[in-house]
C-alpha cells in the first residue's frame, strides 16, 4: 500500500514539476529582453531530461488541451541562443520520436513546419553553418515533413530547397550530415514541382556520386540515398534526365554488383532500392527503351531466379512496366448504344508545365476535402435520419394505381375454394376494408379513399407520354387467371432428335441452324436429315448415321428476322466397339433426349419463341446451348480449391517468359468482335470461340502460345470500364492436353478467384448424355495485376493503373466437345420470362393469386416484368375480401447489375416458394402481398453488362434521382414505392437481392442511425436516438434458418458512397424501416453446413425459399394481432428451424478484411474500385458438421457425390 502511494505521489511531483517549468519558460518568452539566457538553458535543459526519461512527460505536453507544444515553439520561435535553441530541437525529436504519427501532426498544426524552416533559413546565413544545429534541424524536417500536406509548397517558398541541396553538395564526405540532408531531399521530391527544380539544379547528377558498387560501409547512406533517388525519378523530367546521362545502364551495372557480392541478402533493402529507382525510369517510353536496349529484361529476370525474395517483385514490376509493345492488347473502345469513343492507351510522357499546375491544383485539395466533410451522412444526423420525401405530385403519382388492382378487386367473378356466406357479411360495405397494421401508420378513412377507383386488370406498359417517351415495341398478350395457356403435360418432358451414334466422342462441331419458317430449314438442311415442324417455327437438328464432315461451329452469318440459331450436332467417326453399342440402342432410328423431368420451369421451345421477341443491341440470334438445354445442380458437392503454393508466381514467371524467350509464341488474333472480316483458322489444334448469343461477352481472343490463350472482355455499353462477366462458347479442342485462358482486363483489385473460387464449364456432350449442369472446372487459378495499363479515361481520370488478370487452366473431357465458360451461373432474360409463364401456366388459380404486369419499357423496347402474388381470398364475402385488401406488402428486387447472376438464382428461389402448394407457402401467401421486380436491368443482362444498363450507368446510384428516359426502370419502381406512401401501405420489407464478388457467405446491409454513428465514432448517446431494433430481426431469423447466411458479415452502417442505393433511398426517402440489400457470394461459404464449399444454384434457391419462410416468422413477431394457425404448419416451421444450422452473431464492428491472406501476398498498390464493406467480428456458431461433411476437407480435389 505504501509503494502505491509512493509511486502515485512520484508521479504527481514529476507531472506538477513538467507544468512548473513551461509555466516558466513561458514567462521567460514574455521577458525575453530582462532575463538571461543561462536561465533560458536551464530551463529548457531539464525539460529535455525530462522528456528522455518520461514517457508521461512527453504524453503530457502533447496531451489535448495542454500548451507545452505551443511555449516550445514559440521560444524556439524567439530565442536567440544556439544551446537554447538546441534542447528545443532535441526536445522536440524526443516528442515525434515515440508516439506514431499523431505527435508529428500536433507539431504541425501548431505551426511547427513554419518555424523550423524559418530557423534553416537563418541558420544557412551563419558561415559557415553550425553543423550540430543542420543536423538535427534536418532529422526533425525528415519526421515531420511527410505529415504536412503542404511541405513542398513551404519549403519552396522559403527557398528550403537549394539550402538542403548545397549543402549535400559541400559536405559529400561527411555522412553525418548528409544523410538527414538526404531524408529531407526525398520528402522535398514527393512534390512534383521541387523534383523538377532540384533535377535543373543537378540533384540527379549528384545522387550518382553517392551511391556506388557494392560496399560494407555506409549501407544506411546508401539506401536514404536510393530512396531519394527513386522519388526524384518520379518526375518524368528527371527520368529524361537520366536516360539522356546513360543512367540506366549504370542502374543495372550496380544491380549486378550488389546481387554477385551480397550472395547471404543481407542487403536487400539496398538492392530493392536500386530496383525501384530502375522501376521510377522506366515510367516513361524513353526509359523502357534504354531499358530493354541495354538488355534489362533479361538481366533482371535472371538474377531474380536466384532470390525468392526478390522474385515476386521482380516480375511483378517487370510485367506491370516495361512491357511496352504488348498494351496494344487494350486499345479497345467503347461498346456503343448512342455514340463511339475510342479507349485508347494514354502512353505519353507528361509535360512539365502539365506537372506543375498538377501540383497547383493539389494544394488546394485539403479545402475541397474540408469542404466535402461536413456533407456527411454518416457524421450528420440531421442528413441521416429518415425524412419521408415523395419528390413527385400525388396526382402523377397515381398512374401507378394500375399496378394495384388487388385492392380494389371484388373477387364477384372468381371462381374461390369457400362460398359459405358469413352471418355478419354485408354486399354494401364491401368498400370498407379492415384495417391492418403495416410498416406504417394506416387510417382507415384514407385508405378508403385511396382504393376507389383502383381496378386495372390489363397488363400493359405506362402510356403517359410524359413519364414514358420509349417507343413501345412489345405488345404481350392479355392474361387469364382462369385458364392455363399450356397443358402440364406437355410442360414434363420435351424431347430432341439427336445423333444415332452418341458416344463419347459425338460432338465433333456444330454449325448454326435456324428457327424458321419450315420451307427455309428444308432448303438449308440436305435431305438425310430429320425436321420436326411446328405451326410457326421448327426447330431443325440433324441426325445422320455415319460420319458427317467437319463444320466449323464459328464464323456462320447473322441470319435475317426473328430467327435463332442453335448449334448443329455432327458425328466424328467412332470406333467399331461403339458403332455396336450405338446401332443396339439405335436399330436406325433416332437417339432421343429427354429434358430431364427435374426441370418443372424450363421449356426449350417456349425459351426459343422468348428470345425471338427479345431486343439486343448486337441483335443476337444465336442461342447458347447451356440456355437452351437448361440447367439442373450437380449431384455432387463442389468444394472451395485449395490454392496452391507458388501458382501467383509461376503464372506471372511465364507472362514475364514471354518478352524473353519468344520461340513459342504465336501471337496470333482468332476472335475479334470488332473486325468482322477476322478469320477463323483452319487448324485443327485452334480453339474457336463465340459470345453471339443473349448475356454473352466475349470481346477478342489472342493465341499465345499453342495452347495459351488471351481474353479481352468487352465492357459495359457506353462504358469504357466495368470488366467483369463473361459468358462464352468453345470447340475445337483436343483431350488430355491443358489449355490455358487469361482474361486480362479485368478491373477489381482483388477477386474470389485468390480464394477458392472456380469458373463454371458447361460441356453440351455431358448434356447430351444427361448431365445438363454447370459445374465448377479449373486449375492453376490466380487472379494478379499484369502489364496492360488502362487509360486515364477508362481509370476515372487517374493515370498509371493496370488491369488484372484471371487465368485458369482447363483439360476438357472430350474431344471436339462444345463447351461454355461463365463467371457465374448465366440467368437470362430470356430465362426469366420463360419461367414466370411457366409459373403462371402452372399455378392454381383458386389459391394463388398471380399476376403479371410490365412495369415499363427498357431503352432498348425491353419489357420490365412486375409480378404480384399473394394468397385468393377465401370467399368473395366480406371479410375474406377485407383480410386480402389489408394484408402488408413486401418489395423485392433483383438483378440490378447484371453480372451478379446469383441474384437472379436466388429470386427463383423466391418465386417457386411462393407459388409452391406447401402449408407453409400458403400461409405465407395469406400473410403478405408480394410486389416483385425479378430484373431492374434486362438491357444489362441481355447484352452482357457488368454493372451498368445502355445509359453507360450503375442504375443502383440512381435512385435518388433517376431520369424516366434514361433510368426507366428505377424511375417507375421508386414511383412504385411513392404510391405505396402516399396511399399509407408501405412495405413492411422491401429488399434488394445482388452478389458480392470479394465476400463468402450470404448477408445482409441494412439501416441504422446509431450503428452508423458508432461507426463514425459520434455518441449515439448524446444525439437522443430512439430506434426501433426491428430491423435487426430478419437478419436474425435468416441466421438461424438459412445454413448460407452468416450474421456476422452482415452491416447496418449507412455510408456516404451508398446514400444513392436503393436501399438507402427506400430507407430514408420512403420510410421503409426494414429495408435491405441482400449480398450472396459468387464462391462459397467458410461457416455453417456449407462451410469449405462453393456456392451453387441448389444453395442459392434454397436461400430464396429460406428468406421466405424468414419472412413468415417475421409476421409472427411484427403482427399485433392473434395470427392463429393450425398446430401442423407450426410443427412444420420449427422443424425447418431446428434442422438448419444455427449461426450466432457479435455486434462488435471490426474493419478487417473477411479474407484471410493467401500464402503469396502480393503488394498491390491501393487501388480498389470497391466500396469497402463494414464488417461484424466474426463468432464461431455452435453449429456441428456431419459425418459426411467431416469427411469433406477443403483441401479434397475430388467432387463427392451426395448419399
Known sequence: MNKVKTTSEKSLANNSRIVALLTQLEKINSESLLVEADTARYVTSKILHLAQSQEKTRKEMTAKGSTGVEVILSTLENTRDLQTTLNILSILTELVSVGGGRRACILVSKGGTQILLQLLLGASKDSPPNEELMVQLHSLLAKIGPKDKKFGVKARINGALNISLNLVKQNLQNHRLILPCLQVLRVYSTNSVNAVSLGKNGVVELMFKIIGPFSKKNTGLMKVALDTLAALLK???????????????????????????????????????????????????????????????????????????????VVLWLSSTVCLQKKTYICLTYRAF??????????????????????????????????????????????????????????ELKIYEQFFPELAENFQEYDLVSKEPKPFASATNLGGPIVVPTAGEEHPAEANQSVKGIAVKDHSSLQMEEYNKRPS?????KKDHNKDSLQLQNDQKKLLSSCQCLSQEIVKGLDRITLQNTSKSEQYYSTGCLIKKESKTSLTTPTC?????????????????????????????????????????????????????????????????????????????????????????????????????????????????????????????????????????EEGDILKFNCKFESGNLRKVIQIRKNEYDLILNSDINSNHYHQWFYFEVSGMKTGIGYRFNIINCEKSNSQFNYGMQPLMYSVQEALNARPWWSRVGTDICYYKNHFSRS?????????????????????????????????????YSTLKMHLQKLESMHNPQQIYFREDVLCETLAGNSCPLVTITAMPESNYYEHVCQFRNRPYVFLSARVHPGETNASWVMKGTLEYLMSSSPAAQSLRESYIFKIVPMLNPDGVINGNHRCSLSGEDLNRQWQNPNPDLHPTIYHAKGLLQYMATIKRLPLVFCDYH?????????????????TMWHTNVSAASCDVIEDLGYRALPKILSQTAPAFCMSSCSFVVEKSKESTARVVVWREIGVQRSYTMESTLCGCDQGKYKGLQIGTRELEEMGAKFCVGLLRLKRL????????????????????????KVTSPTTYVLDEDEPRFLEEVDYSAESNDEQDVELADNAGDYEPSIQEDALSDSEATRTHLP
Open 235 to 313: 518526375s518524368k523530367t528527371n527520368a529524361r534526365r537520366a536516360v539522356d546521362r546513360g543512367y540506366v545502364q549504370v542502374l543495372l551495372t550496380i544491380y549486378v554488383d550488389w546481387h554477385r557480392h551480397d550472395s547471404r541478402h543481407r542487403h536487400m533493402l539496398i538492392r530493392k532500392g536500386i530496383l525501384q529507382c530502375i522501376k521510377s525510369v522506366t515510367n516513361i517510353k524513353l526509359g523502357r527503351k534504354a531499358f530493354i536496349d541495354a538488355n534489362g529484361m533479361k538481366i533482371l529476370y535472371n538474377t531474380s531466379q536466384d532470390c525468392l525474395a526478390l522474385f515476386l517483385p
Open 995 to 1011: 452478389g458480392h464478388s470479394r465476400k463468402k457467405n450470404v448477408f445482409m446491409y441494412g439501416c441504422s442511425i446509431k450503428e
Open 473 to 477: 415495341f412489345l405488345d404481350l398478350p
Open 545 to 681: 448415321n455415319k460420319p458427317c464432315q467437319h463444320v466449323s461451329s464459328c464464323g456462320s452469318g447473322l441470319f435475317e428476322g426473328p430467327s435463332v440459331q442453335l448449334g448443329k450436332l455432327c458425328c466424328t467417326g467412332v470406333d467399331p466397339d461403339e458403332e455396336e453399342d450405338s446401332s443396339s440402342h439405335s436399330s436406325g432410328e433416332q437417339v432421343l433426349l429427354e429434358v430431364p423431368d427435374m426441370l418443372p420451369l424450363h421449356d426449350p421451345d417456349l425459351y426459343i419463341e422468348i428470345v425471338k421477341n427479345t431486343k439486343s443491341v448486337p441483335e443476337y440470334s444465336e442461342v447458347a446451348y447451356p440456355d437452351y438445354f437448361g440447367h439442373i445442380p450437380p449431384p455432387f458437392k463442389e468444394p472451395i480449391l485449395e490454392r496452391p503454393y507458388g501458382v501467383q508466381r509461376t503464372k506471372i514467371a511465364q507472362d514475364i517468359e514471354r518478352l524473353i524467350h519468344q520461340n513459342d509464341i504465336v501471337d496470333r488474333v482468332i476472335y475479334d468482335l470488332d473486325n468482322s472480316s477476322c478469320s477463323v483458322p
Open 1118 to 1141: 411484427t403482427s399485433p394481432l392473434e395470427h392463429n394457425l393450425p398446430s401442423s404448419l407450426l410443427d412444420i416451421e420449427n422443424e425447418l428451424i431446428e434442422s438448419s444450422c
Open 792 to 828: 486515364s479515361i477508362a481509370a476515372g481520370g487517374q493515370k498509371g493503373k493496370s488491369y488484372y488478370t484471371i487465368t485458369f487452366t482447363v483439360s476438357f473431357p472430350h474431344k471436339d466437345d462444345v463447351c461454355y465458360f461463365a463467371y457465374h451461373y448465366p440467368y437470362t
Open 338 to 395: 448512342y455514340i463511339t469513343v475510342d479507349d485508347v492507351v494514354d502512353e505519353s510522357d507528361d509535360n512539365d508545365d502539365i506537372e506543375t499546375e498538377t501540383e497547383t491544383e493539389n494544394e488546394n485539395e485539403d479545402d475541397k476535402d474540408q469542404h466535402f466533410k461536413n456533407d456527411d451522412i454518416e457524421t450528420d444526423i440531421d442528413k441521416l435520419k429518415p425524412k419521408q420525401e415523395l419528390g413527385r405530385p400525388i396526382e
